[in-house]
């Protein structure tokens, strides 16, 4: 029910595999002596610094660089850290509108997502479900988990939500859904008794 920071994760490693393989082309081209020739630079084999490093690098502006340098670096990769923290993103307000109307109407997606489970609930073999609704109203996406008994028939459940609910609730919406997600939990737990036991979860799509 949480979304992971997917994209952002491609892209970095999409940076990061670009630099690499700059960095891997510009040794490889340095090796055979073609850097040389293309950028007129020191030829392979050959000392590019001399002198004292020591020196150079216990100039106080190198230290400052490097401190600089070191806290970016830092900073960018503790962000990252917090950007890999899941996270549910739900919905705002939603604001539906008619094409003709002057006013528009506000509605809470929790009040949505409510009428959903309800109507979820219903159907045979479910214990519980529970929903959470992302996005605009033009656009919204749906993620909803659903615990079943071991004696439900999954793939007609996931039929008659694809073809009832998520409709019904499209209509209400005026708007289809953008993305649905169904999470199917099966549980020996029924409605009845309340009976709690482990369980396995299928991430059906």
Not at 7 to 20: E, H, S
Not at 116 to 145: H, M
Not at 179 to 192: N, Y
Request: hydrophobic share 45%; glycine share 10%; charged share 15%.
């Amino acid at each position: 029910m949480r979304q992971s920071p997917g994209t952002m994760n491609r892209i970095w490693l999409a940076i990061l595999g670009v630099v690499v393989l700059i960095a891997g082309i510009t040794l490889l081209l340095q090796a055979s002596g073609q850097l040389q020739r293309l950028l007129q630079s020191t030829p392979s084999g050959t000392r590019v610094v001399t002198g004292n490093l020591h020196a150079f690098f216990a100039a106080p502006s190198v230290e400052a660089i490097l401190l600089i340098a070191g806290v970016i670096a830092g900073v960018l990769g503790l962000l990252w850290i917090l950007g890999q923290i899941p996270r549910k993103n739900a919905a705002g307000s939603y604001r539906l509108q008619g094409e003709d109307a002057g006013g528009f109407t506000v509605c809470d997606p929790d009040v949505l997502a409510s009428a959903v489970e309800n109507q979820v609930n219903t159907l045979p073999g479910v214990i519980s479900s529970s929903v959470l609704l992302r996005g605009s109203a033009d656009a919204p996406d749906l993620t909803l988990k659903v615990t079943v008994n071991d004696r439900a028939n999954i793939q007609e459940l996931i039929h008659r939500i694809e073809t009832s609910t998520f409709p019904d609730l499209a209509t209400a919406l005026e708007a289809p859904l953008q993305r649905t997600r169904i999470l199917v939990d099966v549980s020996a737990r029924t409605q009845r008794t309340g009976t709690v036991v482990p369980s396995t979860g299928t991430i059906v799509g």
